[in-house]
């Protein structure tokens, strides 16, 4: 998969290069080009943004550096082209790339949503500071390409290079390869299948007593029956208290006879 970045800040983006996402990176499975705006912009200043039309505070980051951004990272061909993905994949790329506008007044993104990306070959992040980027950018490109504005959560921050880095972590997990064990992610809360939409339960390990505590009995009977049903109670469980309104809208059919809420 090949992931182009472009923001003001190249260094927010230095986490990249760390854990899953920066090993994903060293083993080919993961392509991540960093592109700073400002080489986009020709005045003196490398002026990124104007103040907003219609007035009101902040200012708003100007049309053009990004138009002449993505149309060079569009230009510049699918995944595997000008770099080297180890499995050279270039299929879908005839559609052009996904473009992620991370916004605090996007759609959520969720795991469905981590999902859907992680299919894609390739995905462009837009990250923007101030009060976002003149909206005839995405008008534009939404024409052209597929773009998905998403938010991270219901809070506010400065800019969208952290979101990007959550949603980066979110799907780069999910690529085929990127994790140790292909089922690591298969009991993961707001997981489909089995345990879907339950937030997963207490984990323990070595050693069996820790400052007088103990593992539950269940967890050490070697009954994979038993264990399975209390893991299942304590998503329930943890689920109800955490997060009611998981509950609330779960469908019935995915409650097995025994489960018992609240
Ligand atoms: Cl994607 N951007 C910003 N600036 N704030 C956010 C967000 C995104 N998601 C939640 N808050």
């Known amino acids: 998969m090949r992931l182009d970045i472009v923001t003001i800040f190249p260094e927010y983006l230095e986490p990249l290069n760390v854990s899953l996402v920066g090993k994903a990176r060293a083993r080919g499975l993961l392509d991540v080009r960093v592109h700073d705006l400002r080489q986009w912009t020709h005045d003196r200043h490398n002026t990124v943004d104007d103040t907003p039309y219609g007035g009101g505070p902040g200012m708003v980051m100007k049309p053009e550096p990004w138009g002449e951004a993505l149309d060079a990272i569009v230009a510049s061909g699918g995944p595997g082209e000008g770099s080297d993905t180890e499995d050279g994949s270039r299929g879908g790329s005839e559609h052009g790339p996904v473009v992620v506008v991370p916004t605090p007044s996007g759609s959520p993104f969720t795991q ?151």
């Open 112 to 262: 469905t949503t981590a999902v859907e990306l992680a299919a894609e070959p390739w995905l462009v992040f837009t990250p923007a500071r101030y009060e976002g980027i003149d909206r005839r950018v995405i008008e534009e490109y939404g024409e052209r390409l597929r773009v998905r504005e998403l938010s991270i959560g219901d809070y506010v921050l400065a800019g969208g290079e952290a979101p990007v880095l959550v949603m980066v972590e979110a799907v780069a997990r999910l690529l085929p390869g990127v994790l140790g064990n292909a089922e690591s992610h298969r009991d993961d809360s707001f997981a489909p299948g089995a345990m879907a939409d339950l937030l997963e339960g207490p984990v323990y390990t070595k050693p069996p007593v820790w400052r007088g505590r103990g593992i539950p009995e269940v967890l050490l009977s070697g009954h994979h029956g038993r264990i399975a049903r209390w893991r299942r109670d304590q998503a329930l469980h943890r689920t109800a208290r955490y997060r009611p309104d998981l509950i609330e809208r779960c469908d019935p059919a995915a409650l097995d006879a025994q489960d018992r809420v609240l």
